[in-house]
């Protein structure tokens, strides 16, 4: 009820036992046609130095999120505020998107969905440009599940960077209105989806590099339209180069 409200909860402690609702007088957002992925992030996603998955370890994430940074002593996700949001995922409703290297957790988000809505609450990174790589995945994923609002609720430097943009709060009461319903697919359906879609694409750009084999036994040694030089497919799309690539597109 408060999402769909507009507000959002928050604790002045770890430890803290209280809860106080926080309706920002302006809110932070990125619209979803409007993310701004830049050269260097794009690079990071082709070269596929991470693997990024869907709610495989929400808990892991929050309590990544919840952890002091630098010089920060405490944090506002309160032990309640985080049992909350582990039921509320429980229930279908909270999502994480996690990034990994190797076996370590190295990144990764965490935030609510409902309606056309993902209301993203905090991220956090232990290596370089993960936490770009979790929001860039996310915007992919919503953009596939047909959502409409993506919030992010203060703004930062950060936020701006990737194509953020600040609104009086009655402006995102108005972009809250508009998003309801349900959308086309789940976050984490969408997810699932996008890894098919690029599995078919790695197939077609594997096909084509085989049909232009083929068709270069006069030695001339040309690559093929697709750009694969071997029947293989080695260098089909990946999952990141995918996610990339739709990113710019639509961009």
């Given at each position: 009820m408060a999402y769909r409200s507009g507000i959002f909860p928050m604790a002045e402690g770890r430890d803290d036992e209280e809860i106080f609702w926080v309706e920002p007088r302006e809110r932070a957002i990125i619209p979803l046609d409007g993310f701004r992925c830049s050269k260097s992030l794009r690079k990071v996603l082709r070269q596929d130095i991470y693997r990024v998955t869907c709610d495989e370890a929400f808990e892991k994430v929050i309590s990544a999120c919840a952890a002091p940074r630098g010089d920060e002593d405490g944090s506002w996700i309160s032990t309640r505020?985080?049992?909350s949001y582990l039921a509320l995922h429980k229930r279908g409703?909270?999502?994480s998107i996690e990034v990994w290297r190797g076996d370590d957790l190295v990144g990764g988000l965490y935030g609510v969905s409902f309606d056309q809505?993902?209301?993203?609450?905090?991220m956090f990174s232990r290596a370089d440009?993960?936490?770009k790589v979790a929001l860039a995945w996310l915007v992919a994923i919503l953009r596939k599940s047909g959502a409409r609002l993506l919030d992010c609720q203060f703004m930062t430097e950060h936020l701006a960077s990737m194509g953020a943009v600040a609104l009086q709060q009655e402006r995102y009461l108005q972009l809250l209105e508009k998003a309801r319903g349900a959308p086309d697919m789940s976050v984490p359906e969408a997810y699932w989806a996008l890894l098919a879609d690029?599995?078919?694409a790695a197939g077609s750009v594997a096909g084509a590099g085989a049909a232009g084999a083929a068709g270069a036994a006069d030695g001339a040694g040309e690559a093929s339209a697709s750009g694969v030089s071997s029947v293989d497919g080695s260098a089909a799309p990946s999952p990141g180069k995918f996610i990339a690539q739709s990113l710019t597109q639509t961009s």
């Open positions: 505020i985080q049992a409703y909270a999502h809505v993902f209301c993203g609450e905090s440009n993960a936490s690029s599995a078919s």
